[in-house]
């Protein structure tokens, strides 16, 4: 009597490949997105005529622990506002003043090209702790004068910082000064990269468990390598939650949502094999 083959089902290589394909298109669909909502620049402001200010404001860098917004600024004078020779000179002595509560103004002397400047502007109504789901605001606002006359002036502003996405929450315009609320989240990326490594801690953490409960339940002795997987699987987590896009402080949501569990969960699983391993062996010792 001849063996009897198992079938082969080629349909579902086709499958895994056809699910790998899609969810590759879907991971670079995903990063267009992101990726042309980043490089649209906000304009924020109106200008009655040709001489005008326009101020570039590139926000470089979130700093969750000092609570503040670090951008860089260029001002770039348009009409009879700067010299005809260079973009980059101004007609008159210029002087902007921003919202910002460590750098209140900055000073451009006349016939000097003018120079990019790093200010900060102060985050409002976030808390860190919240991380992944912190939420801050910040209001960033110049006016301007040039030769000691006021003048209008147009804001540019540009994303830099890959962990946090930006949004116009609101505008505010009152005489030659201009004002704009920026909301401020986390990015798309480290949201799905926060969840998945709470996915991933409790995936490991109920691993460790069930492997633990089976061992004990088939009442088997100590199991070096089972010992030393889930001895590795402490450590690892540690070095994952670590690895958090955006370095989120000890304590914060993340750790309460998975974090503190999964450890607790392996180091309940170890404990169990060690104490129980230690008695099975201790009840098979051969008397003397």
């Known amino acids: 009597m001849s063996a009897t083959r198992p079938k082969v089902r080629p349909w579902r290589a086709y499958a895994v ?3 790998i394909v899609l969810f590759v298109a879907a991971g670079l669909l995903l990063y267009a997105n992101e990726r042309s909502s980043r490089t649209r ?3 924020v402001g109106t200008t ?12 470089q860098r979130v700093d969750t622990a000092s609570q503040t917004l670090v951008a860089k600024i260029l001002v770039q004078p348009h009409g009879a506002l700067r010299r005809a020779e260079d973009v980059l000179v101004p ?5 902007l003043e921003t919202t910002s509560l460590e750098q209140t103004s900055f000073r451009y002397p006349a016939g000097q090209q003018i120079g990019s400047n790093t ?12 991380y992944p789901f912190d939420r801050y605001r910040a209001i960033i606002g110049f006016q301007a004068t040039v030769g000691g006359r006021p003048v209008p002036l147009v804001i540019g502003l540009e994303e830099a910082d890959a962990f946090f996405a930006f949004h116009q929450a609101g505008e505010v315009t009152e005489g030659y000064g201009v004002a704009v609320t920026e909301q401020i989240g986390r990015s798309r990326s480290t949201f799905i990269l926060a969840w998945f490594m709470m996915a991933a801690m409790w995936a490991l953490a109920l691993s460790v468990l069930l492997a633990a409960w089976l061992i004990v339940r088939q009442r088997r002795g100590i199991i070096w390598p089972a010992l030393s ?19 989120p402080p000890i304590g914060s949501l993340l750790d309460y949502a998975a974090f503190f569990w999964a450890e607790l969960l392996v ?22």
């Open 48 to 59: 009655p005529g040709p001489d005008f200010l326009e101020v570039g404001v590139t926000l």
């Open 91 to 95: 007609a008159g002595d210029v002087v």
């Open 119 to 130: 200010v900060s502007f102060n985050l409002f109504d976030g808390r860190v702790s919240d």
């Open 41 to 43: 620049a906000q304009v």
């Open 17 to 19: 490949m056809v699910a």
């Open 229 to 247: 997987w889930m001895a590795a699987t402490l450590f690892a987590l540690v070095g994952m939650r670590n690895a958090a896009p955006g370095s």
């Open 267 to 288: 180091a309940v699983g170890l404990t169990m094999v060690v104490v129980h391993g230690a008695r099975i062996e201790g009840a098979h010792r051969p008397t003397p």
